[in-house]
């Protein structure tokens, strides 16, 4: 069977042997051989021996001067192999290179050519070590900032996609494209068991398509898109702040609250919710109550009188309440309101006490900051006021001086400013001291020596010519 050069020796009995060189010549292709057979093989990996066929005669014997026959290797299993599968030999042997096989199982190589008889070997391809991550679970039913009702569970697996169960120090982190680390609620990073990462409370924030990748030092990354829905109402958020506020006016910027679910995003949806809204101290005015509408409620005339610092609370149901601080400060001139009345007034002389006004917002608040308001004083008497009818404000205060009436009678003071409402006082002139005579009956008839007919008759009177009554003396 040997391809060599042999003796042959013929014998017989009582005769002389006779003997023949003879070479055995290297036979034509009839089979196929392993020279050398894989070993080490892992999952997915190239094993470490590769498979070396050659081309034998009968006898066993290389045929190195084949250059042509190609070999194919197959395997009988449940995965597949992968690297070079097909081989032409070189002096008879074809060397395979960069093979290898996906799942851990034992397996049947075979090498075929043509009409050659076949060769197999068998081969156990164990577990290779962690290679990459596989979304085994996919995260589901996630709303904003509610934990996903399906929590992802990611797999370690080996370069052929077998489950790596001796791995259980492999950490296995989650991450959002496009979205910062601070939309995550729940733990994000976590050691596999057995080759198993399993999430248990994780919830993002921001509703809308989302991709999560799922990695880990050294081996490749696993991805899944994911929806995140908008969930339902939870909180309030101011998106607009009320600013602006003068005592009495509707604030110059006028709130805007949303409802917004656990993860910050507004409930658009939200056409019923209704939003109350009520101050630290004292009362708001305006409407106070309004109903949302695509999730978001637009107050429209708040007021507050008293110039100060509130803070507004909106609240509504169960959701969790917003707040904001707002200081109030004194609006533009309103009304005039009389401080100190006019008083101790007599005919013609100067009132004992004069009148003084305040300029208010139209919160009540002193506009200390007028000093620029014109006031007149009139009235409706049948005499007419004398001294300084007008007067300007200071420091939103009005004072007047020297202000008389000249007719003893009851009469309305009227005080009056552009743009302003105006102020009113009754005031009761008196009869004033005697300050003068009058002919209350003149004389007549008169003739010489003869007393008049008609003698007459004087009455003392005051400035303004009412007649002093009291006067006995």
Same mark, same amino acid.
């Given at each position: 069977?040997?391809?060599?050069?042999?003796?042959?020796?013929?014998?017989?009995?009582?005769?002389?042997?006779?003997?023949?060189?003879?070479?055995?010549?290297?036979? $034509?292709?009839? %089979?196929?051989?392993?020279? @050398?057979?894989?070993?080490?093989?892992?999952?997915?990996?190239?094993?470490?021996?590769?498979?070396?066929?050659?081309?034998?005669?009968?006898?066993?014997?290389?045929?190195?001067?084949?250059?042509?026959?190609?070999?194919?290797?197959?395997?009988?299993?449940?995965?597949?192999?992968?690297?070079?599968?097909? %081989?032409?030999?070189?002096? +008879?042997?074809?060397?395979?290179?960069?093979? @290898?096989?996906?799942?851990?199982?034992?397996?049947?190589?075979?090498?075929?050519?043509?009409?050659?008889?076949?060769?197999?070997?068998?081969?156990?391809?164990?577990?290779?070590?962690?290679?990459?991550?596989?979304?085994?679970?996919?995260?589901?039913?996630?709303?904003?900032?509610?934990?996903?009702?399906?929590?992802?569970?990611?797999?370690?697996?080996?370069?052929?996609?077998?489950?790596?169960?001796?791995?259980?120090?492999?950490?296995?982190?989650?991450?959002? %494209?496009?979205?910062?680390?601070?939309?995550?609620?729940?733990?994000?990073?976590?050691?596999?068991?057995?080759?198993?990462?399993?999430?248990?409370?994780?919830?993002?924030?921001?509703? +809308?398509?989302?991709?999560?990748?799922?990695?880990?030092?050294?081996?490749?990354?696993?991805?899944?898109?994911?929806?995140?829905?908008?969930?339902?109402?939870?909180?309030?958020?101011?998106?607009?702040?009320?600013?602006?506020?003068?005592?009495?006016?509707?604030?110059?910027?006028?709130?805007?609250?949303?409802?917004?679910?656990?993860?910050?995003?507004?409930?658009?949806?939200?056409?019923?919710?209704?939003?109350?809204?009520?101050?630290?101290?004292?009362?708001?005015?305006?409407?106070?109550?309004?109903?949302?509408?695509?999730?978001?409620?637009?107050?429209?005339?708040?007021?507050?009188?008293?110039?100060?610092?509130?803070?507004?609370?909106?609240?509504?149901?169960?959701?969790?309440?917003?707040?904001?601080?707002?200081?109030?400060?004194?609006?533009? $001139?309103?009304?005039?309101?009389?401080?100190?009345?006019?008083?101790?007034?007599?005919?013609?002389?100067?009132?004992?006490?004069?009148?003084?006004?305040?300029?208010?917002?139209?919160?009540?608040?002193?506009?200390?900051?007028?000093?620029?308001?014109?006031?007149?004083?009139?009235?409706?008497?049948?005499?007419?006021?004398?001294?300084?009818?007008?007067?300007?404000?200071?420091?939103?205060?009005?004072?007047?001086?020297?202000?008389?009436?000249?007719?003893?009678? $009851?009469?309305?003071?009227?005080?009056?400013?552009?743009?302003?409402?105006?102020?009113?006082?009754?005031?009761?002139?008196?009869?004033?001291?005697?300050? %003068?005579?009058?002919?209350?009956?003149?004389?007549?008839?008169?003739?010489?020596?003869?007393?008049?007919?008609?003698?007459?008759?004087?009455?003392?009177?005051?400035?303004?010519?009412?007649?002093?009554?009291?006067?006995?003396?």
């Amino acid at each position: 069977s040997t391809a060599e050069t042999v003796t042959l020796s013929f014998a017989a009995t009582s005769l002389t042997n006779v003997t023949q060189s003879l070479t055995v010549e290297v036979g $034509p292709g009839a %089979k196929l051989a392993a020279q @050398s057979a894989p070993a080490n093989a892992k999952g997915g990996s190239v094993w470490d021996i590769q498979p070396a066929i050659a081309v034998q005669d009968l006898g066993g014997n290389t045929v190195t001067t084949d250059t042509t026959t190609v070999v194919t290797l197959q395997a009988t299993g449940t995965g597949a192999l992968g690297g070079t599968t097909q %081989k032409t030999v070189a002096v +008879g042997v074809a060397t395979f290179v960069g093979v @290898s096989y996906d799942k851990a199982e034992t397996i049947t190589l075979r090498f075929t050519s043509g009409s050659l008889l076949e060769a197999q070997r068998t081969l156990t391809v164990v577990v290779g070590p962690s290679a990459k991550l596989q979304v085994s679970v996919a995260a589901a039913g996630a709303k904003g900032g509610e934990t996903f009702d399906t929590q992802p569970v990611i797999h370690i697996l080996d370069a052929g996609g077998n489950l790596v169960t001796a791995d259980s120090t492999t950490t296995v982190s989650v991450s959002a %494209k496009p979205y910062a680390a601070s939309n995550w609620q729940g733990a994000t990073a976590l050691r596999g068991a057995a080759g198993v990462a399993t999430f248990t409370n994780l919830a993002f924030a921001t509703a +809308g398509s989302i991709t999560l990748t799922f990695a880990a030092s050294g081996l490749t990354a696993a991805e899944q898109t994911l929806a995140v829905a908008v969930g339902a109402p939870k909180q309030l958020k101011i998106s607009t702040k009320a600013a602006g506020a003068r005592g009495g006016v509707a604030f110059g910027t006028q709130p805007v609250v949303a409802t917004l679910d656990a993860g910050g995003n507004t409930v658009t949806s939200d056409t019923t919710s209704e939003i109350t809204v009520a101050a630290d101290e004292g009362a708001l005015q305006g409407t106070t109550k309004q109903t949302v509408s695509a999730g978001v409620a637009t107050f429209t005339d708040l007021r507050y009188l008293n110039a100060t610092t509130i803070t507004l609370t909106f609240t509504s149901s169960t959701l969790t309440p917003a707040s904001q601080s707002l200081q109030i400060v004194v609006g533009p $001139p309103s009304y005039l309101k009389t401080q100190t009345m006019a008083a101790d007034a007599s005919a013609s002389q100067v009132f004992g006490t004069q009148p003084v006004l305040n300029v208010y917002d139209a919160g009540g608040n002193h506009v200390t900051t007028d000093s620029s308001t014109v006031v007149t004083v009139a009235e409706d008497g049948a005499g007419f006021l004398s001294g300084a009818t007008q007067a300007t404000a200071s420091a939103g205060t009005v004072t007047f001086v020297g202000l008389s009436h000249s007719k003893s009678e $009851p009469i309305t003071l009227t005080f009056s400013a552009s743009g302003l409402a105006s102020a009113t006082q009754g005031l009761t002139v008196a009869v004033g001291a005697a300050a %003068k005579l009058g002919v209350a009956t003149p004389a007549a008839g008169a003739t010489g020596g003869v007393a008049f007919t008609t003698q007459p008759a004087v009455v003392v009177q005051d400035a303004g010519g009412t007649v002093v009554s009291a006067d006995s003396s």
